[in-house]
């Protein structure tokens, strides 16, 4: 018991209010604050952490049962009101906070308290995946009514029922003290957290963060899959450092906006020359370091959508041939000329001009590529009225089941003749397509989706799944790419035992690492 750490991270944290979407790195200095209702297993099973429950007889009624004596770290209760106020900003019934949450809760319709450890969620369509959107990845936290009750330091004064409460923020630094109101305690009845202090510091180059843990002035250090240079450096260290990997839950899809002023991408032959001229083999080989997968599928093996059924395969001989029908789409917009977008580290910068030499080699064009710190890339691919740029590249549909891969690929949140009131309101009109990344107008990809969605017997419902994949590949509307993970990496210096080991309140065990650090 006690102690302190530092922990490098690979970005800064844009803030922790609802419109705040992090990536991983941050995410995980958020998360030492923040907890969700559901967690996902190691096994990848979804159960109940501030939930006790979640339970459905039709898939559309859900029950959430909460754990009873749980506080925020500043001691107001945690309890079925708060849950539904997160659950009615998320979803745009409270206007104060406008999110992409409205988008990709667009299916509840009805949030109420049943008593104060009850809350009933009521769906427009059944959702046999519901504990899985629920949990998102990491990013469904509950925020306590004081943090949300200041619009002005909602971003910068984060109060959670986590193991850690907010000390300072900055948005290079943050650091965090013991949450002394914290409800859990360990298989030995001692009160967690363990540490009494965390400072996590945002440092962008990868080559930084690994000599920092190598040498032992930093304690930790998150890791990407595209900093594969130095992870595999940093594994054959082990005198020196202790690595943890996570399950392959970044699932790389790169999926065309088509209907982005000027992008070609509304031609299903621009987007075929696209998917045709990319070697994601060679691009996990060279700047990986072989430690990625390439399967295929625009998810991974463990998701019922999974199927290669329907992929463009890497062949310059057929990009070119798409690429020829699709200046011809272009007529006098000819020929087909794109721009992407990196990270401001060298390393993401390198991975995304391998990318774009791989498809030069088929005779696809470019501008300059856009250069941007991540959160400024992730405030504008996810925004009202739509992604600013050709594609949205890496992992934008994460996570290990279908629930926060749906709303990525559909036309748009709220279907056609929904029943969602808040579909008409001004913030249900700007959220509607900010989710869908691909920004296209073909239902037959909702119908499919939603169909599987809605099924009862989940042989059928993994069949239907598929179905809907293998029409969003060979469409071109998004393009597999390579799967991976993340990893920390700790300095042996530190002595810092028993990463991994402590089980969740249901009994079961975590990813040790996770989207959310």
């Known amino acids: 018991m006690g102690g302190e750490i530092t922990m490098l991270i690979d970005g800064s944290i844009a803030g922790h209010c609802f419109q705040n979407a992090l990536p991983g790195g941050p995410l995980g200095a ?21 939930a006790e429950s979640g339970t459905s007889t039709d898939n559309k009624t859900w029950i959430i049962k909460l754990r009873p004596n749980i506080k925020y770290s500043n001691g107001e209760a ?11 900003i998320g979803r745009g019934a409270i206007t104060t906070y406008p999110s992409t949450g409205i988008g990709i809760n667009s299916n509840i319709l009805t949030v109420d308290v049943v008593d104060p450890l009850t809350v009933r969620v009521g769906l427009e369509r059944p959702d046999n995946d519901f504990l899985g959107l629920m949990y998102r990845a990491g990013r469904y936290v509950m925020r306590a009514p004081a943090q949300i ?19 300072s923020f900055t948005p290079d630094e943050q650091v965090v003290v013991k949450n002394p109101n914290y409800w859990r305690k360990d298989g030995k009845g001692r009160q967690l957290p363990y540490l009494d202090k965390i400072t996590f510091v945002a440092v962008k ?11 032992g002035t930093a304690d930790a250090g998150f890791f990407v899959q595209g900093d594969a240079t130095f992870t595999t450096d940093l594994a054959k260290r082990k005198s020196v450092v202790t690595g943890y990997k996570s399950s392959q839950t970044a699932w790389g899809q790169w999926v065309p906006n088509q209907n982005k002023a000027g992008s070609p991408f509304k031609f299903q032959n621009c987007r075929l ?24 599928s625009i998810v991974g093996k463990s998701n019922p959508m999974f199927t290669t059924k329907g992929t463009p395969k890497y062949s310059l001989k ?24 990196a990270d401001t580290s060298t390393q993401s910068q390198n991975n995304t001009r391998f990318v774009q030499k791989s498809m030069e080699k088929a005779g696809i064009l470019f ?17 009202g009225g739509g992604n ?105 210096k530190s002595k810092l035992g028993g990463i991994g080991t402590l089980r969740m309140p249901s009994g079961d065990r975590s990813d040790i690492v996770e989207t959310k650090g």
């Not at 004064?157 to 850690?164: A, H, L, Q, V």
């Not at 020829?324 to 721009?339: E, F, Q, R, S, V």
């Not at 941007?372 to 405030?379: I, K, N, T, Y």
């Open 78 to 88: 945690f309890d079925a009101a708060s849950v539904k106020q997160n659950l009615d």
């Open 367 to 383: 501008n300059s590529p856009f250069v941007g710190e991540s959160a400024l890339l992730v405030s504008k691919i996810y925004k």
């Open 273 to 296: 020359a696209a998917a045709h001229s990319i070697d994601w083999k060679s691009y996990n080989k060279v700047r990986l370091r072989g430690t990625g997968d390439y399967s295929g």
């Open 149 to 167: 009750a200041n619009r002005a330091t909602c971003s910068t004064n984060p109060i959670g029922t986590g193991p850690f409460m907010l000390q």
């Open 318 to 341: 057929l990009a070119r041939e798409y690429l020829a029908k699709c200046n011809t789409d272009l007529g006098a917009a000819a020929p087909m000329k794109i721009t992407l977008y």
């Open 388 to 492: 600013d740029f050709d594609f949205a590249e890496g992992t934008p549909a994460e996570g290990a089941t279908p629930a926060y891969v749906i709303p990525f690929f559909v036309t748009k949140a709220f279907p056609t003749g929904t029943t969602n009131p808040i579909a008409a309101t001004p913030l249900g009109r700007g959220y509607n397509t900010v989710i869908a990344l691909g920004n296209h107008s073909d239902t037959k990809v909702d119908d499919l989706i939603y169909a599987a969605q809605a099924e009862l017997d989940p042989k059928l419902a993994k069949k239907k799944w598929q179905a809907a994949t293998q029409y969003i590949q060979a469409t071109g509307m998004a393009i597999p790419a390579v799967h991976g993970g993340f990893q920390v990496f700790v300095s042996n």
């Open 205 to 215: 180059e990868a080559s930084q963060r690994a000599a920092a843990v190598r040498r």
């Open 30 to 50: 958020s998360r030492s604050i923040y907890e969700s209702l559901f967690e996902r297993t190691r096994t990848g099973k979804y159960v109940g952490y501030l």
